[in-house]
């Protein structure tokens, strides 16, 4: 399957601004925005998951109804609906849409975030309870009814249902940099999502997860790899948008709204990602070719936050740089993420593909070692 890439759907004109938070759903400014993602030659785009954002599922089914072919992934937290009826309501999504969605399971890495709709479970607890929960969609996806189940955290007998997927599968993404993660996305995940590292770094997360896959006997999981790319006509032009950036995010950062949404958010998360991404900013702030850590120091690393900052064609090849080592979807979105957006559609997009494309038609070898970069082909 060829490298695909995946956006964010974005709700608001100011969604997600640094030091707003939750700002309300525009439906007018989303129908805009899905527009621009079909526009873009966007192969997916992820519907978040947040206790104040919209319901995820209905966003997706917004996403497919003023959509011709950016497929919705889902984001979907276990623990809130059983997942009889959250089967049930994806395949009939799926139906709608003409086979278009794809779920992404989030554990939940953050116990404040996860007390807020009222779930005390640990992460160790959330993980096994994702586990069950991936191993009943498939169940009532692909097999006959009725079906019955008996987990630690599930149980129900005799569920039927008729509501198939259109193509008999529905794609399950799992996503995380801890152990739990790698165990449960190795062993059930069809794509495995990781935020922007280095590429020594995501190489080893990615032997992680694949050993956890072969060692199941099953199909290695597609990797998902996400960034907040900074690009422009030049290098040069990159680099000062990337350092305004900054400057704006620092000053956005000081205000008394944003150290209230610090402190609700539990100032510096613990999940293992963010963790991870603090760590390779404090070794400094550019690795490889072009990924730019200050952002992810500033915002302590929450979220994706790496960026890859140059000309369309430095970030272009950066992001090959990342398929050579077995990342399969790339996730791309911006700081000013409409405009961004329709630049990566318009100068990101087709480089990467025709780059790709050439290697492929001629039989250019992959290049293994992270330390050595190839330029994209003329």
């Not at 621009?36 to 947040?50: E, K, Q, R, V």
């Not at 952002?295 to 900052?309: N, P």
Request: proline content about 6%; overall charge negative; charged content about 25%.
């Amino acid at each position: 399957m060829p490298v695909e890439f995946i956006s964010a759907t974005h709700i608001s004109d100011d969604h997600r601004k640094v030091g707003t938070g939750f700002t309300g759903f525009d439906p007018a400014y989303t129908r805009r925005f899905v527009h621009a993602l079909d526009d873009g030659g966007f192969d997916w785009t992820l519907c978040a998951y947040g206790s104040p954002s919209p319901d995820s599922l209905q966003l997706g089914q917004f996403v497919a109804n003023n959509s011709e072919r950016v497929k919705p992934m889902i984001a979907h937290r276990p623990g809130f609906q059983f997942p009889t009826q959250v089967a049930k309501a994806f395949a009939g999504l799926d139906r709608i849409s003409g086979g278009r969605v794809g779920i992404h399971i989030i554990s939940g890495g953050a116990d404040v975030e996860q007390r807020r709709e009222g779930d005390y479970t640990t992460k160790v607890q959330r993980y096994e309870r994702s586990d069950e929960f991936v191993q009943i969609l498939r169940k009532v996806w692909y097999e006959d009814g009725p079906i019955s189940f008996e987990g630690k955290h599930y149980r129900f007998e005799d569920f039927q249902t008729d509501i198939k997927p259109v193509h008999g599968e529905i794609p399950v993404s799992i996503g995380g940099s801890s152990a739990e993660a790698y165990d449960v996305g190795g062993r059930l995940g069809d794509i495995f999502g990781l935020w922007g590292e280095p590429l020594r770094e995501t190489a080893e997360q990615i032997a992680a997860v694949n050993a956890v896959a072969d060692a199941a006997g099953r199909p290695r999981p597609r990797i998902w790899n996400s960034f907040r790319p900074i690009v422009a006509p030049t290098d040069e032009l990159a680099w000062e948008k990337a350092h305004a950036i900054l400057a704006q995010t620092r000053a956005a950062l000081a205000t008394p709204d944003a150290a209230a949404l610090a402190r609700w958010n539990g100032e510096d998360p613990q999940n293992v990602g963010s963790v991870r991404l603090r760590k390779v900013a404090e070794r400094g702030d550019v690795h490889d070719r072009c990924l730019w850590t200050p952002l992810a120091k500033e915002l302590r690393g929450a979220g994706s936050t790496t960026a890859l900052v140059g000309s369309y064609e430095t970030v272009a090849a950066a992001l090959v740089d990342y398929t050579e080592i077995g990342v399969d979807l790339l996730s791309i979105r911006g700081w000013d993420v409409f405009n961004d957006m329709v630049d990566y559609g318009r100068h990101v997009v087709p480089l990467v593909r025709q780059e790709l494309a050439h290697r492929e038609a001629t039989g250019t070898a992959p290049v293994l070692n992270p330390d050595s970069r190839p330029a994209l082909a003329a």
